[in-house]
């Protein structure tokens, strides 16, 4: 039988009847219903399949050891953020996650309670603190508490290997006895997402703006809960109605409150005035 | 308002509302709904999704001058095809289409009619003649047909830049005043797509094998009609019923004859035993 607008579908997914894996069949099904859906619906000119087919290799180009053109691509089409959202379908009263984005990529140093991840110097001082408890309330003694952030000019230490040290904006934290955490930072600032691949052509094509609000990254974990990964977000900052990457969740905007008080100053060891931060976590019960 | 499973994919659709180009945003609104509907089926875990981001980018470095891994697997899956079909619902008496392939890069040499378009010499010769006529069965003279074909062990010359001369197995011929071509070649062999990318790890995860069956390419074009991007396909080749790209169309199987006659060979200019293919065309009206 010819392969034919009527017959296509079925034909590919046919071929697919020796998987060895059962899910990967699965997903491939899906993936071709899904697909065929697409080019049925739009019926793209072969100029158009061409672009697109264009449009892929070059993305494929961007991509290195430092760069996942594929991941800021499913990023800006919401599909991270949509996986996200299927795979953490949790109790209400635990902390939302959100993406982790492309700049997770190196071990965080440890550091100890009040230390500071800033090792620059500039920007804004601000202390973050917060309590990881499980969902009945009670404290995660030693639980762990992975921080990192862009600077006060929106770069992370990984994209600016010369202009700042290695582990700038990054901390591995335990957390004391009462499950509580706290260090010392720079307020974070927004910052756009790159946009010097196909991304970012796309993002111009279509009137968008390449930033996204102000946070400071989380991956809180505890014995015997799930952990999550999750973004405490700079209440008042720019693009929070409009996070190029979807990720914002009303739940995690904290207010980063300026102090001019020398007592609390001197108590965190920075001068004032300076932001605070209060980032409670709340984690279910998992593996 | 939030962005959970419910809002996802409107909210990304919404995004594109300032696309200037109205079709770029018609394309972009169907792909987010499509590929949301996909995730949304599936509930890929993280896991599922690196790798689909990590299968995305293996591909993206296949890709070079000589290479469209994107391409391959836009065939494998059956997409190119399907573009195919709905760019050519065509008069049912005009040549069916099937795809391009990633082989037509150089142009084709213009040889004279009953030229051979194979340079080595290896091979079982083989005659292929043919008319192009309009869909009212009036002949088209001095209509153009473009020919590329891999050799009797598999690979087209573009694959073999040591081994085969430039433009071993092509040919664009001008047909007679008659519309009648006719070159000499060798009968083409089956042969299997690149297999050493990540689309050849997909077939392969599949229990699918990569061949194509035997064919001959054929781009056919005259003033006043619409050219057609078609192959002859070898009638008794292995790989008739499960062509890995989906292009096997029963309307373009021919036989290659034995023929045995030293007169037709010597009309000709091969030595008999040679094979013989007549392929009609037939073009539809257009611009």
């Known amino acids: 039988m010819d392969f034919t607008e009527e017959t296509a579908t079925e ?15 699965e997903v491939l099904e899906s993936l071709v219903r899904h697909l065929h859906g697409f080019v ?14 264009e449009f892929l290799a070059a993305t494929g180009r961007m991509c290195d050891g430092q760069r996942q053109e594929f991941i800021l691509l499913s990023d800006v089409l919401g599909v991270t953020m949509l ?19 492309p700049f997770h990529m190196v071990s965080s140093p440890r550091r100890e309670l009040g230390d500071s991840i800033d090792l620059v110097g500039t920007g804004q001082p601000c202390v973050v603190t917060g309590q990881v408890r499980s969902l009945d309330g009670g404290p995660l003694a030693g639980a762990l508490v992975d921080v990192w952030q862009a600077d006060d000019h929106g770069f992370y230490d990984v994209q600016q290997p010369g202009a700042q040290p290695a582990g700038n904006g990054r ?3 335990t957390c004391d006895d009462d499950g509580r955490f706290w260090f010392r930072t720079v307020t974070p600032s927004p910052y756009p997402i790159p946009t010097d691949g196909p991304v970012g052509g796309l993002l111009q094509a279509t009137g968008r703006h390449p930033y996204r609000p102000a946070h400071i990254h989380l991956i809180v ?9 999750t973004h405490a977000f700079v209440a008042g900052s720019p693009y929070l109605d409009s996070d190029a990457v979807f990720a914002v969740k009303q739940s995690l905007i904290r207010e980063f409150t300026e102090v001019d008080d020398p007592g609390e100053a001197a108590a965190y060891g920075v001068d004032p005035p300076f932001r605070h931060a209060s980032f409670d976590v709340v984690l279910q019960p998992g593996p």
Chains 1, 2 share one sequence.
Do not use: C, I, Y
């Open 11 to 25: 034909a590919v997914v046919a071929s697919f009847a020796g998987t060895g894996d059962a899910r990967l069949r």
């Open 40 to 53: 049925r619906e739009v019926e793209p000119s072969f100029a158009e399949w061409e672009r697109a087919m």
């Open 83 to 101: 996986v996200d959202a299927v795979n953490h379908r949790k109790a209400s009263a635990a902390t939302e996650s959100t993406v982790l984005g």
């Open 171 to 173: 901390g591995l934290f």
């Open 221 to 229: 974990a505890a014995d015997g809960h799930q952990p999550v990964t």
